[in-house]
């Protein structure tokens, strides 16, 4: 999937029947389960964690299909109308200090078996699909084991009372962008304890593209303090602390420019926040969310295409989605490589066959001058990446602008074609 860029099981055996046949008796054998695909996505992460301080950021995505009433395959709605699909919800480990991508950690993929009758408010959380915002936390907390210390990143989706109280250890943190004005141990609420706070600093932050908004430079005022967070009044969350101590980080965007959606989060966290400066950090760390998003984008309509699956029922289609995601990780991987950062090994993307092919193709790229010569080492993905972006088209020279994601497209396509006929090398033609 990675080399070829694709999931279609069809163009993936590239006229081969008898590869497309093995591929599909994978998804079908009932001994395949989705839940051990999704085990199997921290292999390489939990060595890569190791001594670091790691954000853990979770969101949930839809995999939507337009499917007939005869072709629904056993998909089950999703939040768009009458649009059937399956929702993945994956926790993606990336580094603190310089936002390299380490890996998927936990998740969840599922399709729902139909609506609701018993009111959201009537249900204990276990019994909702919002607490999947805390099962998978909690399942990569092992996983873990081994970093410095950990933050959970979420969404407003994940501002959850029970997901502040799971996080109530040492070197195990949340930061959670707030969603409901909630009410506070003091009866007051939480969006008027912000508002009565003075603006204690003022920065330019620059703020990453995101779908529908090119990149830009936001000017933003700060405020930020302790707070006392209360229990919603529900029978089904006695068991936890009447209240809890949080600490809010608001920034807010007073003076847009003209046709631009201010920015404005209220983050709420764990982590101590006595300074600027911390609360500054907040906010930095909070912004590396944006990966999540790159990775849902490589996964569908922008790499992919994950939507275009021919799968025919959704058992084998969750297996599908589970396997492609830990290959548009190593896509989002392979996209960071390129400036030589995370020194991530060429093994996470390639067999051995491949990399002899790419030793090969290395060879040709290289000039004789030292400004074209790929400067990573060969048993890294960066010097994959540097091979991959010659391939796609990039010149290769460090004053130009690295590749893009296209860019690394068309490479990738390339290299398949040059690898499928690397493998045929030595075969004796009659």
């Not at 069809?10 to 079908?28: H, I, P, Q, T, Y």
């Not at 295409?305 to 289609?317: C, F, N, T, V, Y």
């Not at 088209?393 to 497209?409: L, M, N, Q, V």
């Given at each position: 999937?990675v080399?070829?860029k694709?999931?279609c099981?069809?163009?993936?055996?590239?006229g081969?029947?008898?590869?497309e046949?093995?591929f599909?008796r994978?998804l079908?054998?009932?001994k395949v389960t989705?839940?051990?695909?999704?085990?199997?996505?921290?292999?390489?992460?939990v060595?890569a964690?190791?001594?670091?301080?790691?954000?853990?950021?979770?969101?949930?995505?839809?995999?939507n299909?337009h499917?007939?009433?005869?072709?629904?395959?056993?998909?089950?709605?999703t939040?768009k109308?009458?649009?059937?699909?399956?929702l993945?919800?994956p926790?993606?480990?990336v580094d603190?200090?310089d936002g390299?991508c380490?890996?998927l950690l936990?998740g969840?993929?599922?399709t729902?078996k139909?609506r609701?009758?018993?009111?959201?408010?009537?249900?204990?959380?276990?019994?909702?699909e919002s607490?999947?915002?805390?099962s998978t936390?909690?399942?990569?907390k092992?996983?873990?084991a081994?970093?410095a210390?950990?933050?959970?990143?979420?969404d407003?989706?994940s501002?959850?009372?029970a997901l502040?109280?799971?996080?109530a250890?040492?070197?195990?943190?949340v930061?959670?962008r707030s969603?409901?004005?909630r009410?506070?141990?003091d009866?007051t609420s939480?969006?008027?304890?912000?508002?009565?706070?003075?603006?204690?600093?003022?920065?330019?932050?620059?703020l990453p593209a995101?779908?529908q908004?090119?990149?830009?430079v936001?000017?933003l005022e700060l405020?930020?303090g302790?707070?006392?967070?209360?229990r919603?009044?529900?029978?089904?969350?006695?068991?936890l602390?009447?209240s809890?101590?949080l600490?809010?980080v608001?920034?807010r965007?007073?003076n847009?420019?003209?046709g631009?959606?201010?920015?404005?989060w209220?983050l709420?966290?764990?982590h101590p926040?006595?300074?600027?400066?911390?609360?500054?950090?907040i906010v930095?760390w909070?912004?590396?969310?944006w990966?999540?998003e790159?990775f849902?984008?490589v996964l569908?309509?922008?790499?992919?295409k994950l939507?275009?699956?021919?799968?025919g029922?959704?058992?084998?289609?969750?297996k599908?989605?589970?396997?492609a995601?830990k290959?548009?990780?190593i896509?989002v991987?392979?996209?960071?490589a390129?400036?030589?950062?995370g020194k991530q090994?060429v093994s996470?993307a390639?067999?051995?066959d491949?990399?002899?092919?790419?030793?090969?193709?290395?060879?040709?790229?290289?000039?004789?001058?030292?400004r074209?010569s790929?400067?990573?080492?060969?048993?890294?993905?960066?010097w994959?990446a540097w091979?991959?972006?010659?391939?796609?088209?990039?010149?290769?020279y460090?004053?130009?602008?690295?590749?893009g994601?296209?860019?690394?497209k068309?490479?990738?396509e390339?290299?398949h074609?040059?690898?499928?006929?690397?493998?045929?090398?030595n075969?004796c033609m009659?």
């Amino acid at each position: 999937m990675v080399a070829g860029k694709d999931v279609c099981l069809r163009r993936l055996s590239k006229g081969d029947r008898a590869l497309e046949v093995r591929f599909n008796r994978f998804l079908r054998n009932p001994k395949v389960t989705t839940e051990q695909i999704i085990e199997s996505w921290s292999e390489s992460t939990v060595a890569a964690v190791e001594g670091r301080h790691v954000l853990a950021i979770q969101d949930t995505s839809e995999i939507n299909f337009h499917p007939t009433a005869r072709r629904r395959r056993g998909l089950g709605e999703t939040a768009k109308g009458n649009v059937h699909g399956v929702l993945l919800h994956p926790l993606l480990a990336v580094d603190a200090d310089d936002g390299t991508c380490l890996g998927l950690l936990s998740g969840q993929a599922w399709t729902r078996k139909g609506r609701r009758t018993v009111s959201h408010d009537r249900r204990d959380l276990s019994d909702k699909e919002s607490q999947r915002w805390i099962s998978t936390a909690l399942a990569a907390k092992p996983l873990l084991a081994g970093a410095a210390m950990v933050t959970v990143i979420g969404d407003r989706e994940s501002d959850i009372f029970a997901l502040y109280a799971s996080a109530a250890e040492e070197h195990f943190h949340v930061i959670v962008r707030s969603m409901h004005d909630r009410k506070l141990a003091d009866d007051t609420s939480l969006y008027a304890a912000i508002e009565r706070r003075a603006v204690t600093d003022r920065r330019a932050v620059w703020l990453p593209a995101r779908v529908q908004r090119p990149e830009r430079v936001a000017n933003l005022e700060l405020r930020f303090g302790v707070i006392e967070l209360a229990r919603p009044q529900t029978k089904f969350l006695r068991h936890l602390p009447k209240s809890l101590p949080l600490y809010v980080v608001d920034v807010r965007e007073p003076n847009p420019e003209a046709g631009v959606e201010p920015l404005h989060w209220r983050l709420l966290t764990t982590h101590p926040v006595t300074g600027k400066e911390e609360a500054w950090r907040i906010v930095e760390w909070y912004k590396r969310r944006w990966l999540i998003e790159q990775f849902f984008r490589v996964l569908k309509t922008q790499g992919f295409k994950l939507e275009d699956s021919q799968i025919g029922s959704a058992e084998r289609l969750l297996k599908l989605v589970a396997i492609a995601a830990k290959a548009a990780v190593i896509t989002v991987q392979l996209l960071q490589a390129r400036d030589g950062r995370g020194k991530q090994p060429v093994s996470l993307a390639f067999n051995a066959d491949e990399v002899a092919a790419l030793t090969a193709l290395n060879a040709q790229l290289e000039a004789k001058t030292i400004r074209l010569s790929n400067p990573h080492p060969s048993d890294s993905l960066a010097w994959a990446a540097w091979i991959i972006g010659r391939l796609g088209g990039w010149d290769g020279y460090p004053s130009s602008k690295p590749p893009g994601p296209i860019t690394f497209k068309h490479g990738l396509e390339y290299f398949h074609a040059v690898a499928a006929g690397w493998s045929l090398r030595n075969v004796c033609m009659p």
